[in-house]
């Protein structure tokens, strides 16, 4: 049996196997009913089914019933997940690059920076409200913000620590989703430490990013210092008016 998989440059979906990453990249042209796609990859529909099996517990495709015009059983038409669209090669970080590039070249080095601003306000407000569940606690505060910066897809955990300086929390982050960018644009980092500042209400330390080739992003947070600042949950425009 000779199955040809024609995956896209720098596709993850090689990952998947030979058969599996041919019914993927079957998909990816439109939904396919199982007879088709066994037909088309010369496979058998009980082994079609099989492979179908595993890439929907992998939350990689996804069943649909068709509506048929005559008579017999409805179809199953399967697609893609969204979760499955990504393993195909995505070029959004490289617009991002050329759009934060265009607008330094074009409107100067602020231009970017009021847009690192805009696009972190509207993060911030969005943590603020989660982490206003967690009152004024540092420490509960800083183990939802990895939470959030985790379901963002910034992989985060914290860890605490004591010597002679006091009590220290750290947050690392083991994935950046936004990494190509941060890597060009070094000012991506500085806003979200400043984020991190306003949220948790007191001072970090960031020494060490993904974006300038550390194996993880770490923020050093005292626990045992005053607030800076009274946490605020406003955006920083009402805050100055």
Request: charged share 30%; net charge negative.
């Amino acid at each position: 049996m000779n199955i040809c998989v024609n995956a896209s440059t720098d596709s993850l979906v090689d990952l998947l196997g030979a058969t599996r990453a041919a019914i993927v990249e079957r998909l990816r042209d439109a939904p396919c009913g199982v007879a088709a796609l066994a037909e088309a990859l010369g496979l058998s529909e009980v082994a079609v089914r099989r492979h179908l099996g595993v890439l929907a517990e992998d939350d990689l495709v996804a069943g649909q019933t068709a509506r048929r015009d005559g008579p017999g059983r409805p179809a199953t038409h399967y697609r893609l997940t969204e979760r499955a669209r990504r393993l195909f090669p995505d070029r959004t970080g490289e617009f991002a690059n050329e759009l934060l590039t265009f607008l330094r070249e074009r409107d100067g080095a602020d231009a970017v920076e009021q847009f690192l601003r805009w696009r972190q306000e509207r993060v911030r407000a969005r943590y603020a409200a989660v982490l206003a569940e967690a009152g004024e606690d540092r420490a509960a505060r800083v183990e939802r913000l990895a939470e959030l910066l985790t379901e963002d897809g910034f992989t985060s955990h914290v860890a605490s620590s004591q010597d002679d300086g006091g009590s220290t929390l750290t947050l690392t982050q083991g994935h950046c989703a936004i990494r190509e960018v941060a890597e060009a644009h070094p000012e991506v980092c500085r806003t979200e430490a400043q984020m991190f500042e306003d949220l948790l209400g007191v001072g970090v330390s960031r020494e060490r990013t993904l974006a300038r080739g550390a194996s993880h992003c770490v923020c050093e947070i005292p626990t045992d210092q005053p607030a800076r600042h009274p946490v605020d949950a406003r955006p920083r425009s009402d805050r100055d008016e």
